[in-house]
């Protein structure tokens, strides 16, 4: 009896064993799959990842090729895109119902910023799909699937180097009265560093974080671009209305600016 007890314990060892193998063989598959399943039914745009990697062993994991669509209504390709991102998580929650994620690193993301920055842009637009309702049925057959929505407590996230790519609509005339081009351009916006992200016994959604960061992001993205227009675009309208004496032709001009210089 004793003898078919140990072989009993091993057999369920092995099983154990076998079973951790392969969800950790199958890891990476499976949270790429749930991201470009899920997210698309938050952002209301396309999204699309190339690859994750995840380590069980060593709590790291990589997320390569991620790209935020642009919503709809908007020229450019993307909103967000992110080459590469990595992350250092706690192995132990991946099976809790609170995931512990002690870093996440975002290097050099590429943002795109399309509209006015005093009004309607794609950074914007953006934030209100967040705020949207979300498309239970994908989400619901996320879960069906065998990934269940996790909470979630991110100790410290970065993003660093990040550029914006900025096409201001709307100025194509004024700023072809100008003599000048400054309605596209790129910038660099300061380090965005988030602590103490979902701590407590509740955590944070998945949703929630992302409405944290794209909130900064926006704000940042749409601060730069709004200060740099200012500069290379606010002393060029002034001498160009002044300059302009049929009072129609102002009048119309200050219309096409859309209050963007408070005129």
Not at 217 to 223: G, L, P
């Amino acid at each position: 009896m004793k003898k078919k007890l140990l072989v009993i314990a091993f057999i369920l060892l092995v099983l154990v064993i076998g079973a951790v193998v392969v969800i950790g063989f199958n890891l990476d598959k499976i949270v790429k799959t749930a991201v470009v399943t899920v997210a698309p039914t938050i952002t209301k745009t396309t999204v699309t990842l190339d690859s994750v990697s995840l380590s069980l062993l060593t709590g790291s994991a990589s997320f390569n090729g991620l790209v935020i669509g642009n919503p709809d209504g908007y020229k450019m390709p993307f909103v967000i895109s992110v080459g590469k991102a990595a992350a250092s998580l706690s192995p132990g929650s991946l099976l809790s119902d609170k995931i512990i994620i002690h870093s996440v690193e975002v290097r050099a993301p590429e943002i795109t910023f399309e509209g006015n920055p005093l009004g309607a842009n794609n950074l914007k637009q953006l934030l209100a799909n967040l705020s949207g309702p979300v498309d239970t049925n994908a989400t619901q057959t996320a879960a069906a699937s065998g990934k269940p929505a996790k909470k979630l407590q991110v100790d410290d996230f970065l993003i660093t180097g990040a550029k914006v790519h900025a096409s201001i609509t709307g100025l194509d005339s004024f700023t072809s009265l100008a003599g000048i081009s400054t309605n596209t351009f790129t910038l660099t916006i300061p380090d965005i560093h988030l602590t103490n992200l979902g701590q407590g016994p509740d955590g944070i959604t998945g949703t929630e974080l992302a409405k944290t960061v794209l909130n900064q992001i926006s704000a940042a993205a749409i601060k730069s671009v709004a200060d740099y227009a200012k500069t290379n675009l606010s002393g060029a309208a002034s001498g160009i209305l002044n300059n302009i004496k049929n009072t129609n032709t102002v009048n119309q001009i200050k219309k096409g600016l859309g209050g963007f210089f408070g005129k």
